[in-house]
């Protein structure tokens, strides 16, 4: 066990954040923590960092684990370089020197040994001799190429900083991994990379996400964060979907099964109390009412979101042409020779690096800046509704001012109605644009193309500060939405299943793939994880040093896997022999969902341990 938390509380002064926080997380797990924006994930993570201290309950952490937490900008120094705050992560250069230096005394101090061992055993755990492999492959999988290494960190964007000091928290590699929305400011190609080496680390993570993708891929269980209170799933983010509904389902049937039977107690009693030959039979229904639970299931405020963009008009079968168009900035060209034909009812979703043209594209097409080359033609009847990233500047505007400045026609109870079908009710229609989050900015906006009837949605990064929730709506508008799409999205989810092709911005060019299927395809069959040097001192010193790597690299992954393996497949016979115990149990007997619950893991547990011992006796054994 990395971390239990049992019965934790928080409060902010009156308010409470969360009432009951009990989970736990094992060596290799990897968990994510889900909940609508503002429920208290990130409080959660201050509270097992430290930075927070719980009004109650127990939070309990392995002795000697060392936690690592993603905190926007976490300890770079401006002045370094983006290669220099890698190499200073783990002090591997200090302790590099230290080791030579104690060398070098050895042979007229021999009482120096026990510290030349410390110090290397601190060298060895931190993966020392394998620095240079590891540094490289962090930055190059976390989209720093060569040439920005030498860059001060100080002229970095805040996006780079952000991928900068992921980077730096991955080669730390900490027994517990807590990252705070991860996937921001990451590119497609960047979070497939980060996918990969999380599924591959070492130690256990808790991941806050938004990204469906990201979580399905990456976390074998999902700890929910609702009404205050947590609630583990051992399963990935979508069947957890699956599963809550189903649970949800059960408790409405139950609770309207219940709220029947207290009717029928309520009205035999009335019926029956005013006489003597039943009014026993009364009474005793009156107390077989108060044994009943009418607490009725919690509420899940997200499912009365609704939202909708149904085009009032419809445009000429040519939407949009773009013929040999160039895009960039003064003195840069950032993506050339794009030719496009969009035609009505078509979906294209605009994906790529970060700096190679997306924002500038849209800004192109909506006629903001003038193409370096080409030409681009909007087509007839096109009624374009825009969603940029820059777009929440509403200033000192409330909700309801900000509707009915752009449409004075309507009055206050339309406005609210239309209000709260995105999730602003009551006293919330006045709260001042400062007191927005993103989510809620985000959500105003769709009210607004909601109202603006497109033929033509152009939208730049449209699940950005939305809660993983929210996004399913955003998905089921523009999946019933019957007019053309141009989206610049790194939400692969929504890409894959909004079915859209695919335009990706790569090194200066526009490539076009049918879906993001196809895109994967391509992509897969061309990443190099590691390339070759461009300068080479001789080829066959090259190949040596590349082998010798090599060498170290496979030697290092053979160990840890075995390793993994080792431990794993203990640790789920254990859960296995608990399992039986638990189902010998006549309580657990007694009750057939949780009966249902101890066998369907009971079989997971088995399945795994014969695959991974299929595994080790294949690679690994003696």
């Not at 001799?129 to 002229?155: A, N």
């Not at 939305?466 to 007019?483: M, P, Q, V």
């Not at 079915?499 to 076009?512: E, H, K, P, S, V």
């Amino acid at each position: 066990m990395v971390l239990a938390l049992q019965n934790v509380r928080f409060s902010y002064g009156d308010f409470t954040v969360i009432e009951d926080a009990t989970f736990q997380m094992e060596e290799y797990d990897r968990v994510g923590l889900v909940g609508h924006n503002g429920c208290g994930k990130t409080t959660l993570l201050g509270i097992i960092t430290g930075n927070l201290i719980p009004d109650g309950g127990i939070v309990s952490i392995r002795n000697g684990a060392v936690i690592g937490y993603l905190r926007q900008d976490s300890g770079l120094h401006d002045e370094q370089t983006v290669l220099g705050e890698l190499r200073m992560a783990n002090n591997a250069d200090q302790l590099l020197e230290q080791m030579k230096s104690l060398e070098r005394r050895l042979e007229t101090d021999p009482s120096l040994l026990q510290e030349y061992e410390t110090v290397s055993s601190r060298y060895e755990a931190i993966d020392g001799y394998h620095l240079d492999y590891q540094i490289r492959r962090i930055l190059l999988g976390m989209g720093f190429p060569e040439e920005t290494w030498s860059k001060k960190v100080s002229v970095l964007s805040g996006g780079e900083k952000t991928r900068l000091s992921l980077a730096k928290l991955l080669l730390q590699t900490p027994d517990l991994l807590l990252l705070d929305e991860p996937t921001n400011h990451l590119d497609v190609e960047t979070l497939d990379w980060l996918e990969g080496y999380l599924r591959g680390y070492r130690g256990a993570v808790l991941v806050v996400s938004h990204d469906r993708h990201f979580l399905d891929n990456v976390c074998n269980k999902t700890v929910q964060l609702q009404n205050k209170r947590t609630k583990t799933f051992n399963c990935p983010f979508s069947e957890y979907l699956v599963r809550r509904e189903e649970e949800e389902r059960i408790e409405r049937a139950h609770y309207e099964q219940t709220m029947e039977k207290a009717e029928k107690y309520r009205d035999f009693a009335e019926r029956n109390m005013a006489r003597a030959s039943t009014r026993n039979m009364a009474k005793s229904r009156l107390k077989m009412l108060e044994r009943l639970d009418l607490t009725a299931p919690e509420d899940n405020s997200h499912t009365d979101i609704k939202f909708q963009i149904i085009p009032d008009s419809e445009p000429y079968k040519d939407v949009l042409t773009m013929t040999n168009v160039s895009v960039g900035v003064p003195g840069l060209m950032l993506c050339s020779g794009i030719d496009l034909l969009l035609q009505r009812g078509e979906r294209i979703a605009v994906i790529g690096r970060n700096g190679y043209g997306k924002t500038t594209l849209i800004r192109t097409i909506l006629g903001e800046i003038r193409p370096m080359t080409g030409r681009i033609v909007i087509g007839g009847g096109v009624r374009i509704g825009v969603q940029q990233q820059d777009l929440f500047k509403i200033e000192n505007e409330n909700p309801l001012m900000y509707i009915w400045d752009r449409y004075p026609q309507m009055d206050q109870l339309q406005i609210r109605k239309l209000l709260a079908l995105v999730g602003f009710r009551d006293e919330e229609v006045f709260t001042e644009a400062s007191g927005l989050s993103g989510g809620e900015l985000a959500r105003l906006n769709m009210a607004r193309l909601s109202l603006e009837h497109p033929n033509f949605l152009i939208l730049d990064e449209p699940t950005n500060h939305l809660d993983i929730f929210t996004k399913d709506i955003l998905f089921d508008a523009l999946n019933s939405y019957t007019g053309t799409l141009f989206m610049v999205s790194h939400d692969r989810w929504l890409i894959e299943n909004l079915n859209c092709r695919i335009m990706f911005l790569d090194d200066g060019t526009a490539r076009f793939f049918d879906d993001y299927a196809d895109f994967r395809n391509y992509t897969q069959a061309s990443r190099t994880v590691i390339p070759e040097e461009k300068e080479p001192k001789t080829q066959k010193k090259r190949e040596e040093t590349l082998s010798a790597k090599e060498n170290r690299r496979q030697k290092a992954e053979y160990r840890q896997r075995k390793s993994f393996l080792e431990k794993r497949i203990e640790e789920l016979e254990a859960e296995e022999k608990q399992i039986e115990e638990e189902l010998k149990d006549p309580q657990i007997a007694s009750d057939a969902k949780a009966l249902n619950d101890l066998c369907i893991r009971l079989d997971e547990v088995k399945n795994e341990v014969l695959e991974l011992t299929d595994e080790y006796l294949e690679n690994y054994a003696d």
